[in-house]
């Protein structure tokens, strides 16, 4: 194809159906990470924790119950505001929360991360590190990628 063809314009009801399909697929990752960190607590490895650590880790699961949280609100509002109806009002309110729930998502995951890798090596400096280097990579595959390969594409 040409480089300089015009790209076409998907449709709003398959764009509104794509961007409830990609929440169909991370709701049950968010979820069974949120119930993992939920487990834990329940745990006689989780007392063993330090008290900053245990803080650390009820932030992650704060932030994975905001994600959850933000994940399930476009499927509500489709139904409930929009009664199922496509809107081009509602496809940028749901992929807004969709985009949102990234970052509680990987601060979250980050988090525990540093809560794992400090237990695991007895050095919050390694843990720390570890979180840096997740979100730091979260950061560009997520967010940083994709906005440049949307300014490429509108070049």
């Known amino acids: 194809m040409d480089a300089s063809a015009k790209i076409e314009k998907t449709p709003l009801h398959a764009r509104i159906d794509q961007m409830l399909t990609e929440v169909r697929v991370l709701l049950p990752g968010a979820q069974a990470l ?3 960190q939920l487990a834990i607590m329940l745990t006689t490895a989780f007392d063993h924790l330090t008290p900053s650590s ?3 880790h009820v932030a992650a699961l704060c932030l994975m119950a905001f994600a959850v949280i933000l994940l399930m609100t476009p499927a509500a509002i489709h139904r409930i505001a929009y009664r199922g109806e496509d809107a081009e009002r ?3 309110i749901g992929s807004t929360f969709v985009v949102a729930a990234a970052m509680p998502l990987g601060l979250a995951i980050g988090a525990d991360i540093y809560v794992a890798v400090t237990r695991a090596t007895n050095s919050a400096w390694v843990g720390l590190g570890c979180f840096a280097a997740i979100i ?7 967010f940083i990628q994709p906005l440049v390969l949307r300014r490429l594409r509108a070049a």
């Open 90 to 92: 509602f496809h940028r």
């Open 34 to 36: 949120l119930g993992f």
């Open 54 to 56: 245990k803080l650390i």
């Open 136 to 142: 730091s990579i979260l950061a560009v595959l997520w």
